[in-house]
């Protein structure tokens, strides 16, 4: 949803420009529960704005069944993911090894998520090119979910890499449980 890019700071309000609407945080959630129920959605990243830890683990409490990922909330951060854990802001976290600055960091905080209930996504980042690294720390750290993105290119290599890589593995290759926590 990149909800963020939807804040607007003065008014504590997110702004739907056009539908004409405003919405506060408590009815930020409604929405996103509506949609959530609506489209029987699995997945949704980013609800919220960055800073709202507390909405954030009032919607995960509430949308049962469907996995509430921040990116923007956690940032590939290991104190901004312990602090989502401790409030349980989210059922996923995303994880992007060019963010956090080192893949060491990386695999601290995708760790960090599995021994905490949280699912890491290892995900690429905007105007990423072909490099298919990102498929092989999935499987390293052991991630359930990759995101790549829509077809095309580079999101394209990143994915016949890790068929690549399940064909290597053979009987080995296999996915996580995903299991929703709380619901």
């Given at each position: 949803?990149?909800a963020?890019?939807?804040?607007?700071?003065k008014?504590?309000k997110?702004?739907?420009?056009?539908?004409?609407?405003?919405?506060?945080r408590?009815?930020?959630?409604?929405?996103?529960?509506?949609l959530?129920?609506?489209y029987?959605l699995?997945y949704?990243?980013d609800?919220?704005m960055?800073d709202?830890?507390?909405g954030?683990?009032?919607?995960?409490k509430?949308a049962?069944?469907?996995?509430?990922?921040g990116d923007?909330?956690?940032?590939t951060?290991?104190?901004r993911?312990?602090?989502?854990?401790?409030?349980?802001s989210?059922?996923?976290v995303?994880?992007?090894?060019n963010?956090?600055?080192?893949i060491?960091d990386?695999?601290e905080?995708a760790?960090?998520?599995?021994?905490?209930?949280c699912?890491?996504?290892?995900s690429?980042r905007?105007?990423e090119?072909?490099?298919?690294?990102?498929?092989?720390?999935?499987?390293?750290?052991?991630?359930?979910?990759i995101?790549c993105?829509?077809?095309?290119g580079?999101?394209?290599?990143k994915?016949?890499?890790?068929?690549?890589?399940?064909?290597?593995?053979g009987?080995?290759?296999?996915?996580?449980d995903l299991?929703?926590a709380?619901?």
């Amino acid at each position: 949803m990149a909800a963020s890019s939807l804040w607007k700071e003065k008014e504590e309000k997110y702004e739907y420009v056009n539908e004409g609407t405003k919405r506060d945080r408590g009815e930020q959630i409604d929405y996103t529960l509506e949609l959530i129920t609506t489209y029987q959605l699995a997945y949704v990243e980013d609800p919220l704005m960055e800073d709202d830890f507390e909405g954030f683990a009032e919607l995960t409490k509430k949308a049962k069944g469907c996995l509430i990922c921040g990116d923007d909330l956690f940032v590939t951060s290991i104190d901004r993911l312990r602090k989502g854990i401790a409030l349980s802001s989210a059922r996923a976290v995303i994880v992007k090894p060019n963010q956090v600055g080192t893949i060491s960091d990386a695999h601290e905080t995708a760790a960090a998520a599995m021994n905490n209930g949280c699912i890491p996504v290892i995900s690429h980042r905007s105007g990423e090119g072909c490099d298919s690294t990102i498929s092989h720390l999935a499987v390293a750290f052991g991630c359930p979910i990759i995101k790549c993105g829509v077809i095309g290119g580079e999101r394209t290599a990143k994915i016949n890499e890790l068929i690549r890589i399940e064909e290597t593995l053979g009987h080995l290759a296999k996915m996580s449980d995903l299991t929703v926590a709380g619901g």
